[in-house]
């Protein structure tokens, strides 16, 4: 019903007449059913199933497995990035991130390099009970941890432990396949010759490439070894690379890397928005972090209970995410390392352990919600997933 | 014999005013989100120190305790008051032309009328009188809603204005097109220029952002979504995150259900959508089940724009980067015709309109000590970006958003330096996290045709079905949550 009054205002009627030719002429929405989902699809869809192409042997304990689209087409990434790769072992589904080591210029296929972990679960699995011809569902291209031209210098300073590389790799591959202009020192830190990881390669590109440096840094170098022994240190980089001015650093690797590597960048007069850190995982050793209650042993049991959901017992010296995924309970997550926020659950009752400087969203920490990969429970649980 | 008294689809603010509003009455509610987090467009993300606020630049209608706006209230009676804490500005915004206008206007009727009169003398008496006229329109066009009954002469001033734009009348007014660009630059809170923008729009802006106070919410706009999810929980209800409704099951005209996208066919009494109302009726129902009207009505209407944002974290103070109000626009220059909404339709962002907030000038405590952080934003159209070749994306987002740096450099000398994080979101990502067409960010667009003159019928030809959300009301944080509350409303009259 239109009120009198509307109809004498000045121009109704222009306006009206606009409204029918609009109806009659306008779009028709009926027939963009599905529209939104096929261009988000492109880019990020919500899970993946590849096939394992090849398993490539690069290091005694470390292989490159090969994925492949199965209607050929990869989402984009950039290099740097890592997938999640989706897994049921023994029982368990479980997820793990992987960065991927092949670069985004290559578009037939996503590699990731895995290393063996004693006594780990998902690598263990990849590593000896995948063939090639496989499925393996994997999410799309996740991360933070890449290049910004909007604020990184073109001339990057990249500390490597172990098979903290793997990033690196996609990066230089993508910068000498493309010609890219910028400059890459690469520290890599290994405990001996034969487990750094793409040793032969990055020699090999360093040697054909002047803007890629390489600086493999063997902790128990052998007897006559000519290139640098012991530990990435700060003295050894401003060596190498000399002015830290003008320059972006990133940083990968095991825990104990970074609580070695950033007093050493701090030192050398690098500022914080100049040091980029990739995720590392969970602490290896939680318990024996500032903060962590004396009275609580790692091995420590308590109850969690699920609302709506049972409940079962969960060590404190292991995440609350692995706890729920050995019990049956899934909860998505990507970084398992308490970056994206995937695995939020919400603390009804209880005490749990997070690491400081676990990025919770205030209102989220305020209304109870932990980030249950990097969170151990201290005292007995009520959870809502 | 249902498992539910009613399913929310989605939520955003729409959704979880309506969540909320029902398990209040004490129905059996249950909410599916496609997200791990509950806002929608109201939310906020972590990247290093800082957590980036997503879509809030002002919030509108919020008042003081003394005098409470319609959202304090609504807030109020859904009993999530107390949970959360505003912030209120002290600019309404400054506008700046690079070396030409750099005006900030303060949160007062007169001292708005002063601060423009001192900045152009000449126009003195147009500007009181512009003002005027925006005050007294606004005064009754609140009239015209409360009872639009009885002869045209009760509204002098919207008989002649209702259907004049933005545009005609600052040109009935004004001289100075440096002037003119004042006003004009609220046009990006409605996502049309001033040439195509009801002047009703602007009048409404001016009124409600001087009287009810710009505000922003303590923490972010995450802190709202999870205050008033979490009293949609204390009250019983229950949600499903990461599960999205992949069907709204309709029978013989009625809504019966939901199927979500793990299998599950969930039945309730009541459907509240908060979805699009585009991806209500073509994603999510069957087609033979959608009376034709809806398309039709949908048809002569179309998808606001989207945006390009970047979010960043600064490693410095706003002060020491030129940063001196909450809100600030950018315009490359004066004119105000359609080359800016032609723009829109295009991938760059050279020269482009532009906004930005900082939160931490109105509260210091947004971000951590000695930081503060930006959210810089042009509108775009999605079109462009969808042709953009996936392999080229990351590319072009960042070509596009170098040049709004360099632009935003102009006016904020060495800001570059101190960028710590940055995250840049295109028309691309409003569609991923929101699901809507074309990654609108205010719902259809709201042309003189589709002014709140003819706001569409709420009456839904599926019974059993609501809608919530920026495609049934005027975008923005106090109508969406506004429109939950009246959906939950009809539902409750409904059920009895
Ligand atoms: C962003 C990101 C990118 C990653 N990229 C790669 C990659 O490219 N290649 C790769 O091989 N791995 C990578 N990882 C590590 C990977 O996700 C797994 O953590 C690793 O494969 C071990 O998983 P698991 O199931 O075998 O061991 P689990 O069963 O999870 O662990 C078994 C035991 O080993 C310890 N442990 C776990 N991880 C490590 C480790 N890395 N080093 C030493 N001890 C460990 C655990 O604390 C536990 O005690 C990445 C991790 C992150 C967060
Ligand atoms: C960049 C930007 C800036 C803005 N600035 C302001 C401002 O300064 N002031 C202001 O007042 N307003 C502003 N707005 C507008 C305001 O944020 C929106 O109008 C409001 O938040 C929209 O709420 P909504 O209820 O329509 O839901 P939305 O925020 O659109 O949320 C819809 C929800 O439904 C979910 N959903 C969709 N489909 C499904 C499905 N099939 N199953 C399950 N879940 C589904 C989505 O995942 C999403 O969570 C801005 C918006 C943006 C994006
Ligand atoms: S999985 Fe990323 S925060 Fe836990």
């Known amino acids: 019903m ?51 192409a090849e398993l490539i042997p690069r290091t005694l304990d470390t292989k490159t497995i090969r994925l492949v689209s199965q209607d050929g087409y990869l989402p984009p990434f950039q290099a740097g990035q890592y997938i999640s790769v989706a897994v049921e072992v023994d029982g368990i589904r479980t997820s793990r991130p992987y960065s991927l080591s092949s670069p985004p210029n290559q578009t037939g296929y996503y590699d990731i390099t895995v290393r063996r972990v004693a006594d780990g679960l998902v690598s263990n699995y990849l590593l000896d009970e995948l063939k090639p011809g496989d499925l393996l569902r994997t999410s799309g291209p996740e991360g933070h941890f890449y290049y910004n031209p909007l604020f990184h210098d073109q001339t990057m300073v990249c500390l490597a432990g172990g098979n903290g590389v ?35 390669r990055l020699t090999a590109i360093a040697a054909r490439h002047e803007n890629i440096h390489y600086v493999p840094v ?24 000399g002015e830290v001015s003008g320059k972006t650093f990133y940083i990968c690797g095991p825990q104990a890397m970074y609580d070695f590597c950033l007093p050493q960048l701090e030192h050398m007069g690098v500022p914080a928005r100049k040091i980029r850190k990739e995720a590392y995982g969970p602490p290896l050793r939680v318990w024996e972090q500032a ?79 932990v980030h249950s990969c990097v969170s151990y429970p201290l005292e007995n649980l009520e959870i809502l997933l | 014999m249902h498992d539910y008294d009613a399913i929310v689809v989605g939520a955003g603010n729409g959704g979880l005013a309506a969540g909320a509003a029902l398990a209040q009455s004490g129905l059996k509610v249950l909410m599916l989100e496609r997200h791990n987090i509950p806002g929608g467009s109201a939310t906020t993300f972590c990247r290093g120190r800082f957590e980036f606020e997503v879509a809030l630049h002002q919030l509108s209608d919020m008042g003081t305790p003394e005098r409470p706006g319609t959202l304090r209230t609504l807030l109020d009676s859904l009993g999530v008051l107390d949970e959360v804490s505003f912030v209120s500005m002290e600019d309404l915004y400054r506008v700046v032309i690079p070396d030409r206008l750099d005006v900030t206007l303060p949160v007062d009727r007169q001292g708005v009328v002063d601060t423009l009169q001192e900045r152009f003398p000449a126009e003195k008496e147009a500007i009181k009188k512009f003002f005027d006229l925006v005050y007294g329109y606004g005064l009754e066009l609140y009239s ?72 922003h919410v303590r923490g972010g706009s995450q802190s709202l979504s999870n205050a008033m999810f979490n009293r949609f929980l204390s009250l019983g209800g229950e949600a499903k995150f990461n599960c999205g409704a992949k069907k709204i099951v309709v029978r013989d005209g009625v809504a019966t259900g939901v199927l979500t996208d793990r299998g599950e ?58 940063i001196t109000a909450s809100t600030t626009t950018i315009l490359p220059d004066e004119d105000m015709s359609d080359r800016h909404f032609n723009q829109m339709r295009r991938l760059d962002t050279e020269n482009s309109v532009m906004g930005f907030s900082c939160y931490d000038v109105a509260d210091p405590t947004f971000s951590p000590p000695g930081t503060c952080q930006v959210a810089l934003l042009t509108l775009r159209y999605a079109e462009p970006w969808l042709r953009v070749p996936p392999s080229q994306y990351a590319a072009e987002k960042y070509r ?70 920026g495609w049934v009301t005027d975008c923005g944080f106090a109508p969406t949550i506004k429109s939950g509350v009246s959906a939950a409303g009809a539902i409750l009259r409904q059920a009895g």
């Open chain 2, 144 to 215: 015209f809603y409360r009872n639009p009954g009885g002869e045209v002469e009760r509204f002098p001033l919207l008989k002649r204005y209702a259907f004049r734009t933005a545009g005609e009348v600052m040109d009935e007014f004004f001289q100075d097109p440096l002037l003119k660009a004042v006003p004009g630059a609220y046009w990006g809170y409605i996502g049309l220029t001033p040439n195509r923008l009801p002047f009703s729009y602007l009048s409404l802006l001016y009124v409600s952002y001087i009287e009810m106070l710009p505000c």
């Open chain 1, 166 to 200: 793997t990033p690196f790799m996609s990066m230089i591959q993508q910068i000498v396949d493309c010609g890219l202009e910028r400059t890459v020192y690469l520290f890599l830190g290994s405990p001996d010759l034969g487990q750094a990881l793409f040793h032969d």
């Open chain 2, 265 to 322: 066919e969930i039945s309730a009494r009541f459907i509240v959508s908060n979805a699009s109302k585009v991806a209500t009726f073509t994603d999510l129902i069957d087609p033979g089940e959608v009376p034709k009207a809806i398309f039709e009505g949908m048809k002569g209407r179309t998808p606001s724009p989207s945006s390009f944002n970047i979010y960043m974290g600064l490693d410095c103070e706003p002060g020491e980067v030129g």
């Open chain 1, 2 to 52: 239109i009120p009198e009054a509307l109809k004498n205002f000045d121009r109704f009627q222009d306006v009206v007449k606009e409204m029918e030719i609009c109806r009659k002429y306008g779009m028709d929405y009926s027939l963009e059913k599905g529209d939104v989902g096929k261009f988000i699809n492109r880019y990020h869809p919500s899970s993946l199933d590849l096939r394992m």
């Open chain 2, 400 to 469: 596009c958003a170098e040049a709004m740096l360099r632009q935003m450099e102009r006016v904020c000398p060495g800001v570059r330096d101190h960028i710590e994080e940055i995250e840049v979101a295109t028309p691309l990502t409003f569609m991923r996290y929101l699901n809507s067409p074309y990654g609108a960010i205010y719902g259809f667009e709201q042309y003189m045709k589709d002014s709140l003159f003819f706001e569409a019928s709420r009456q839904m030809p599926i019974k059993g079905l609501y809608l919530a959300g």
């Open chain 1, 218 to 241: 063997i902790e128990n170098p052998p007897e006559g070894y000519k290139g640098r022994g012991g530990l990435i240190t700060g003295d050894l980089i401003q060596q190498v690379v």
């Open chain 1, 291 to 369: 903060g962590w209650p004396y009275a609580v042993k790692p091995q420590d049991a308590f109850e969690v209970r699920v609302k709506g959901g049972g409940s079962f017992s969960a060590p404190a010296g292991e995440t609350l995410l692995t706890s729920l995924e050995k019990n049956g309970l899934l909860v998505p997550s990507l970084c398992r390392s308490g970056e994206c926020s995937q695995c939020r659950v919400k603390l009804l009752a209880g005490k749990v352990f997070q690491p400081a400087g676990t990025p919770v969203r205030r209102s989220d920490a305020k209304f109870g919600y």
